[in-house]
Every structure is written in C-alpha cells, then in structure tokens.
C-alpha cells in the first residue's frame, strides 16, 4: 500500500494508561444517541402515525448518514489527528439529538436528526476504535478491540433502554429521551481536550490521494479479507436489525400497551448478550468468524420460526442469540482488521469494516419494502438461507487462509 507520509510515534500506553478512558466517554455518548431511537420505532407508529415502512426508512436515514462518517473520519484522522474528528463527532451527536426533540412536528426533523446522528456514529466508531487501540499498547493483543467494542455497545444498550423507558413512562415521550443524551454529551468535548493526541497533523497536501490510499485493503490481507470478512461482516448489525427492529413489530399484537417496554426490553437484551460474550470472541482466536456465523444462522432460523408462530418469548430467545452472534462477530472482525492494517490505515480500514457491518443495518427497511409483496415467514427463510451460505464461505475462507500475526 502508498502512503505519503510517514507514521506518527504513537505515545506509549503506560505514561498515561487510563488516557483511552476519555475516548471510551465519546464512544459510548455517540453510541446512546446513535439506538436511543430504536426502541422508539413503536411509539413513532402508534403516536405519530408513521407506517412500518416509514420507521423503517428512519433506520435507513441514519445509515446514509453513518456511511461517509465511517469512510471520510477515519481516513482524515490519519492525516490531521484524532482529537478534532472525535470532538466534531460528539458534537454532533448532541445536534443531532436537538433536532429530533422536533420529531414530533413532521418527518423532516425524524430524517435530518438520524442521518446526523448516523454521522456522529460513524465517526465514534471509527476514529474512537483507532484511538483507544493506540492508547492501549502493549500486553493483550486483543484488549483494545474488546474495549472499544464494549464502550459502543454499552452506549448502544443504555441509550436504547434509558429512552425506551423514558417514552413508556416518563413525560414527553417524543423530547425528554434526547435531552438526556444532549445533557450526557455536553462535557464530553472538554473532556477530549485532555486526552493525548496520536495522530499530529500533516501537510494538507496530497491528502485526497491519502484517503483512498487508505481505504485499501493491504494486499497480503486481501484474499482472508475477502473470503472471511466480507461475508461475516454484514451479519454484525443484520442480527442487531433482526433482533430490535423486525421481532417487536411481529409480535406488536401479542404484548398489547406493553410494545414500547417489550421492544426496549429485546435491544438491551440483544446488546447485553453482546457485551457479556465478547471475552469468548478472544479465546476463540481464527475460529471466531466461524462460531460467529453458526450462531448467527441459529438466531436467522429462530427468528424464520417465529415468524409463523408470533411468540413474544421465541423473539426473546432469538434476540438473546442473536445478541451473542453480535458480539463475537463484531470483535472478531475488529481483531481481523486490526492484524491487517498499519499505523497509516487503520482508521481508514476500521471505517470500511464498520461500513459493511452497518450494511446488514439496511435488512429491516429491505424487508418492510418486500413485505408487499412477500410474507415475513417467507422473507426471514431466505434470510436463514443466507445466513447459511455466508457460513459456508466463512467455513472455506477459513480453511484457506491463516489469521495474519
């Protein structure tokens, strides 16, 4: 791979050891704003009159919006530093929230605030990953990607099941959720400020070049990157759509005045079920894509089941595998791209897994605009079908290449 410039010295982790734990803060805010509204697809049906495929298209908005945050960030911290991406990312996270407090006005506010919100995420995730990577050196290998990880996940889990709870119970059902984030997100710009930089800035010039330098893969890498993480990673956050986005709104009719708390209740158990098995995903070592895909078709076909026979217990339990499949599969695959990448790429490479990754995210809106014509028992099969597909070629890719050291 080209680069045009050389890597900067990365401080040494032991002279500040808890310096990652600032990054961690904007990760897991930008993470809380980012599934706050996930739980809330419900009451936006039932409050605001949005049709299942429209909350389904605010899922979509955020995605659009997470795209370019994941490819441009990364990249752009590279060459000019992590602190300036990080610090905008956040503050975005908290416009965003402001924007949706006017949710209830019309869609417009529902679209612009997910799509700013997509934004923020994608710069959390991928400059905030390359980061505490950095301030993590030494002794664990597989410590950063684990922590990272977690500090997303958890923002994702307590942002989800704090709003949930808020609109169920609390006043303001469409405001009071984003004013917490926006309180939550305030000091945490302030708090970057103390964080050490990694990245100092270059030369603006040649800087386009960089970027698509960047979002290549190294070509030792490509044949396992292609074979094994390719096809695993749309499945990270496939699951996560299945799990909170398609189960509550199968089994609306069957847990009455209680969907809102019902659909909270899925997305903490999803994510939970994420961050508790995302040790096991280390141990593993290569043999975690493989386990992450078999689990995966475990939770695609619990969810085909339960398709026909709309049990709000099955959905749990498909939730809760599909929550373990998240979690060993996204660290996983951050620990592949990791082995790939060098000190010039690897936000730039961390943005394009996370952007394959957040595709899967796309799944519930696919689904909604089929459902005219095609039964949800009919779709989630096919759905399995895939699932079992990508794990053959998880299966082979595995077989024929060799984790990088």
Known sequence: MLHTSQAAPVPAAGSR???????????????????????????????????????DAFLGAYVVGLVPGLLLAGPVSDRRGRRPVLVAGTVASALASLVLCFGG?????????????GFAVG???????????????????????????LCQTAGFGLGAGVAGALAQWGPAPMVTPYVVHVL????????????PETRPALPMRGLLRALADDLRVPTPARRRFRLVVLPMAPWVFGAAGLAYAVMPQLVDSRVGSWGLAYATGLT?????????????????????????????????????ANAVVLSPWLAAGAAAVLGAAYGISVVSGLLEIQRMAGADDL????????TLAYAGFLLPTLLATLSAWLSYPVMLAAVATAALACLALVVTGSRRTAPLP
Request: glycine share 14%; aromatic share 8%.
């Open 268 to 304: 903490v158990l999803t994510l939970g079920m994420g961050v508790a098995v995302q040790p096991v995903a280390k141990r593993l070592r290569g043999a975690a894509p493989v386990v992450a895909m078999s689990v995966m078709l475990l939770g695609a076909a619990l969810c085909a």
């Open 17 to 55: 050891p808890n310096a990652w734990r600032g990054v961690a803060a904007a990760m897991f805010a930008c993470g809380w704003g980012g599934n706050q509204f996930t739980p809330l697809l419900l009451m936006y049906r039932q409050q605001g009159g949005y049709s299942a495929l429209s909350v």
């Open 184 to 195: 939550l997100t305030a000091a945490i710009p302030v708090l970057l400020l103390r964080v």
């Open 347 to 354: 936000a730039g490479l961390t943005g394009i897994y996370y």
């Open 105 to 117: 006005q019309g869609a417009w506010p529902i679209y612009a605030g997910r799509l700013i919100a």
């Open 123 to 149: 710069i959390a995730m991928a400059v905030g990953t390359s980061w505490v990577k950095e301030l993590s050196e030494g002794g664990d290998s597989g410590l950063p990607a684990r922590r990272a990880s």
